[in-house]
Nanobody, 119 residues
Framework: QVQLVESGGGLVQPGGSLRLSCAVS????????MGWYRQAPGKQRELVAY???????NYADSVKGRFNISLDTAKNTGYLQMNSLKPEDTAVYSC?????????????WGQGTQVTVSS
């Protein structure tokens, strides 16, 4: 089973920035699209940002203008750049990717990484 390995979470002050990374564990799999989700305590998981290999992106209204999602297909890695962070951005962030190997399609989740925005 192909895995996604996340990194980049942590504690940051309001107004600060963090960059999350999500790497496909095996290079033979092609990364086709990626979504970043977050779940705060007591709340439902929500889609924060999405990108496909054609460059089409979508963002939740709450993060538009502050977050940027990108894909580096050469490195089989997706990124979520988070700027102007607010306390309400505090959550566990998880990546989800659709990948292919030949004609086969795969979907996997990262392990999740905690982002805490606090002074």
């Amino acid at each position: 089973q192909v895995q996604l390995v996340e990194s980049g979470g942590g504690l940051v002050q309001p107004g600060g920035s963090l960059r999350l990374s999500c790497a496909v564990s095996e290079s033979r799999f092609r990364l086709n699209s990626m979504g970043w989700y977050r779940q705060a305590p007591g709340k439902q998981r929500e889609l924060v940002a999405y990108i496909n290999s054609g460059g089409t992106t979508n963002y939740a209204d709450s993060v538009k203008g502050r977050f940027n999602i990108s894909l580096d297909t050469a490195k089989n890695t997706g990124y979520l750049q988070m700027n102007s962070l607010k306390p309400e951005d505090t959550a566990v962030y998880s990546c989800n990717a659709e990948m292919s190997y030949g004609i086969a399609r795969f979907n996997s989740w990262g392990q999740g990484t905690q982002v805490t925005v606090s002074s």
